[in-house]
Structure formats: structure tokens, C-alpha cells
């Protein structure tokens, strides 16, 4: 089966620019979750969906950025306006459900250097 | 809060020798723990998991996993280590009680030396 697929894996921009992000899940999972990679950490989930509706955004900085999943497949990020501290990698996963009991399938990340 | 601690940053062995990588959580339930393995330039892969049972998970890639309550860890062995595990290491508790969220650890790289 295809992985999850997320677009564009570089971006570079500059602080104050806006950027957008954008993951198609594997085919048939409900779950989608975006995570921040800062170097040299863990993923830090930012945003998780449920279909379309939002399970848990508590991690989310609201005043920058924003996310959305219509029609409950694919997804897109987007930061308005870029920070220098949001040069990360941003990588979105999704499973078949929100329970832990079942595998998170993470795709390649795109990796944003802001300047 | 759930957290997870890795205190090895940086871990160096030499091929064929044996691997332990440390992981300690902070949870207050019985936690769903994971370890997942991340190559340069690739996202996260599952190695294995452990739920509840056996405290000895069997993974992919020849590894394996214990998970140990009275001292809140879930260390990840290999014993015999090939240079195509050189990689970034993450373990991760699962909240069982929420939508299933995750946190994460920061992370072991394994160097591999020939």
C-alpha cells in the first residue's frame, strides 16, 4: 500500500511569510496527526484529527498557525506568519484509529528553515 | 503529565556487538510504551510496542524490548548490531485513556563503527 505522502519535503522561507503544508494519509485511516521535529528533539504533536473533526489541538499555536482536513483525507498545515523559532520538520502520520493500540505510519516530513 | 527520557544522546558500538538503549517514562496507569527508529531524511517506523503481558516484546529488525515497572523503563536491546541500524532512536508513551496521543522522547543516534 502507498505510504503517507506529504508535500513539499524543503521549504525555505523568510521570518514573516506564510507557508503551507500539505499530507495525504494512507488510503482507509480516520486518525492524522501532525507533529514539530525541532533538531535534535522528539515530534511534539501539534494538531490531531479524527475524519475531519479535531481530537486534541492543545499543542497548536493558534495565533500562527492552522490546520484542516476537509472531507476527512488529506490535510493541510499552515503558518502565517513564520517565526524564526518554526525552522523545523514537520511530519504528519496517521493510523486507522486514535487509540494508542494501533500503529502511527509517519511520512518523510518536510523540513522548513525559516531566515 | 506522561514524559519520556532518553539520557543517552549519543551512543557509539561497533558492529556485531551487542546495543541497549535506555528509556525511562513518567505515567501514572499502566502505559503503552514504543520505540521507533528514524533514518536520515525518513520519517518515524514503528520497531515494536507493548501493550500489556509479556513485559519481553519481540520487534522487527532482530530487536527487542522490556519493559520494566518498578523502575519505569523500557529499554531497547539488539545483540547483535549491524551498521544499517546507524539511525536516530525515539521511544514514546501512548495515553490510554485519550485519543491515543503520544509523547515523545528526544531521541538516541546510533553511530555504528565498522
Excluded: M
Excluded at chain 1, 71 to 95: M, R
Excluded at chain 2, 5 to 26: M, W
Amino acid at each position: 500500500e502507498a505510504g503517507v505522502a506529504q508535500s513539499p519535503r524543503y521549504k525555505i522561507i523568510e521570518k514573516r511569510q506564510s507557508v503551507a503544508f500539505w499530507c495525504n494519509p494512507i488510503s482507509g485511516h480516520a486518525t492524522l496527526y501532525w507533529y514539530q521535529q525541532i533538531l535534535g528533539q522528539g515530534p511534539k504533536l501539534l494538531i490531531q484529527f479524527q475524519n475531519n473533526g479535531v481530537v486534541d489541538d492543545s499543542q497548536l499555536p493558534k495565533d500562527r498557525f492552522s490546520a484542516e482536513r476537509l472531507k476527512g483525507v488529506d490535510s493541510t498545515l499552515k503558518i502565517q506568519p513564520a517565526k524564526l523559532e518554526d525552522s523545523a520538520v514537520y511530519l504528519c502520520a496517521s493510523s486507522l484509529d486514535p487509540t494508542s493500540t494501533y500503529e502511527q505510519y509517519f511520512g518523510p516530513g518536510t523540513r522548513l528553515t525559516v531566515t | 503529565a506522561q514524559s519520556v527520557t532518553q539520557p543517552d544522546i549519543h551512543i557509539t558500538v561497533s558492529e556485531g556487538a551487542s546495543l541497549e538503549l535506555r528509556c525511562n517514562y513518567s505515567y501514572g496507569a499502566t502505559p503503552y510504551l514504543f520505540w521507533y527508529v528514524q533514518s536520515p531524511g525518513q520519517g518515524l517506523q514503528l520497531l515494536l510496542k507493548y501493550f500489556s503481558g509479556d513485559t519481553l516484546v519481540q520487534g522487527i529488525k532482530g530487536f527487542e524490548a522490556e519493559f520494566k515497572r518498578s523502575q519505569s523503563s523500557f529499554n531497547l536491546r539488539k545483540p547483535s548490531v549491524h551498521w544499517s541500524d546507524a539511525a536516530e532512536y525515539f521511544c514514546a508513551v501512548g495515553d490510554n485513556t485519550n485519543a491515543g496521543k503520544s509523547t515523545f522522547g528526544d531521541g538516541t543516534t546510533l553511530t555504528v563503527k565498522p
